[in-house]
């Protein structure tokens, strides 16, 4: 983990600044998920995080906890945008050159022309999509708007992409009932987008391991580790997106990248918070 920087005894800066990255997501209310997951796990991970807020999600107690939904216009998600490529793109003259930046929540289709557009430019060497898909605060109709226009527009721009079971579905057109099927979920989503892939099965296919794979086009891996739990913690998604990401950022190989943010998420798992909600949410900071 980066050390946070030194000074010697002519106030000169010893060490290297560590690396930016920025991810574009929503904020989740609860601080289990979204904007706030990613900056926690840049943070534990030693990379500075920036954020781009696209959405705010609240869960309603009142509503058996479902998602509560209201998005971020779009004039400040690019002034937002804006202001991050002025202070750490490659013109602003900062010694840390903002180039990996990780996709989250960005929950309808207006976003998605507007983050699609800063990132065609071509700034960013790593573009990491955890593909968030369906929101349940959404109308079914606009939330298939939603799906199709990321696809279109966000997926083809993607390095790197880590879908969830429905999410791997939904991508790959195929049914993921067990880990071969995982397997062929991978193949088929990378040559789709032609990005590094990690599906995940997390807890919904059966056995004693938590099961994901990575698949980039040439190496293909299964990585596991014995579940912790049978239900699904908030953040999980998030935080393994969001550590491929600082992963990538510091220099690391995608597959490197897929195998350390697959031990970290299992043991922010390990250590979840519990709370007045019906689900726990996965802390970062816990013992390694």
């Known amino acids: 983990m980066t050390s946070v920087a030194s000074e010697n005894l002519s106030g000169a800066n010893t060490t290297a600044a560590p690396a930016v990255v920025l991810t574009i997501a ?48 779009q004039e400040v998600i690019a002034h937002q945008l804006e202001a991050t490529t002025a202070a750490y793109g490659a013109a602003s003259g900062s010694p840390s050159v903002l180039d990996t930046v990780k996709i989250g929540m960005l929950g309808s289709p207006a976003t998605i022309s ?37 696809k279109a527009q966000i997926l083809p721009l993607a390095t790197f992409v880590t879908p969830n079971h429905f999410e791997a579905e939904s991508l790959s057109g195929l049914e993921i009932t067990d ?19 990690l599906a995940k099965g997390g807890v919904r296919l059966s056995g004693t391991d938590a099961v994901d794979v990575f698949y980039d086009g040439e190496t293909l891996e299964v990585l596991t580790a ?37 031990d970290f998420v299992t043991a922010g798992i390990r250590n979840r918070m519990a709370s007045g909600a019906p689900f726990d949410a996965l802390w970062q900071g816990g013992p390694r």
């Open 26 to 73: 929503g904020s989740e209310a609860t601080g289990g998920a979204g904007a706030q997951a990613d900056l926690k796990t840049f943070q534990q991970l030693g990379v500075f995080g920036i954020a781009t807020l696209t959405c705010i999600v609240s869960f309603d107690p009142n509503n058996d906890w479902n998602h509560r939904f209201v998005p971020v216009d």
């Open 114 to 150: 507007t983050v699609a557009s800063a990132l065609s430019s071509g700034a960013f060497g790593n573009v990491v999509l955890d593909p968030v898909l369906i929101c349940k605060g959404q109308e079914p109709g606009h939330a298939l708007d939603t799906d199709q226009a990321l």
């Open 179 to 197: 880990v071969e099927s995982l397997k062929a979920a991978a193949v088929r989503i990378h040559e789709l987008s032609g990005a590094a892939v």
């Open 226 to 262: 014995p579940k912790v739990g049978e239900v699904a913690v908030s953040g999980a998604g998030c935080s393994l997106a969001a550590a491929v990401t600082a992963e990538l950022a510091k220099g690391a190989t995608p597959l490197d990248a897929a195998r350390t943010a697959k």
